[in-house]
């Protein structure tokens, strides 16, 4: 295994919500096995607003908190980013056994124009689901919650300068 290969960046969209803080803890602690694993290299948490609670969980787990209100939040989490893979998730999203492994192959061996690999997630709304599948056919245009993409392929403003190809990965996430 290569040693810390990416970065992993979280959007908390409502730190006001009674849940978010125990959804972000359940994301994180999964990172953890990534850390030991030497895949993940840090940490980025993307607030939708200045929170407390988030900030003493950033300082505690020691990653970095960036507060962000429009457009994509990924972007924004790439740029405090220190790795050049960023992998993409919500606040409750938990890698399913295996994503260790399925994202280290990856990682190592994409080549350069293949920019994003994405997870499967649970089943969401029918819109959300048809997106995924036109995605994947046609091409991404930006970075979504279970994708693991180049962070030079993140435009300051979270969209890629064309559509890049989607690369389907075994490992699931499940939601906490």
């Not at 290969?5 to 969209?13: E, F, G, Q, R």
Request: proline share 4%; hydrophobic share 50%; net charge positive.
């Amino acid at each position: 295994m290569r040693a810390l290969m990416l970065s992993a960046v979280t959007y908390l969209a409502d730190p006001a919500d009674p849940d978010a803080i125990d959804r972000l803890a359940d994301t994180l602690s999964v990172l953890v096995s990534g850390v030991a694993g030497g895949l993940v290299g840090d940490a980025v948490i993307v607030a939708g607003r200045d929170s407390e609670a988030v900030a003493a969980v950033a300082e505690a787990t020691g990653a970095t908190l960036v507060l962000h209100r429009d457009g994509n939040p990924y972007a924004a989490g790439a740029a405090a980013a220190r790795r050049d893979w960023i992998l993409c998730l919500e606040a409750g999203d938990v890698p399913a056994e295996g994503w260790i492994r399925t994202l280290d192959r990856f990682v190592g061996t994409a080549r350069p124009e293949t920019a994003l690999g994405r997870l499967h997630r649970p089943a969401g709304s029918w819109l959300g689901r048809l997106v995924r599948r036109v995605e994947t056919v046609a091409g991404a245009r930006q970075a979504r919650a279970g994708d693991v993409v180049r962070r030079e392929a993140l435009r300051a403003e979270g969209a890629f300068a064309g559509r890049l190809k989607v690369r389907p990965l075994i490992a699931r996430i499940e939601r906490a």
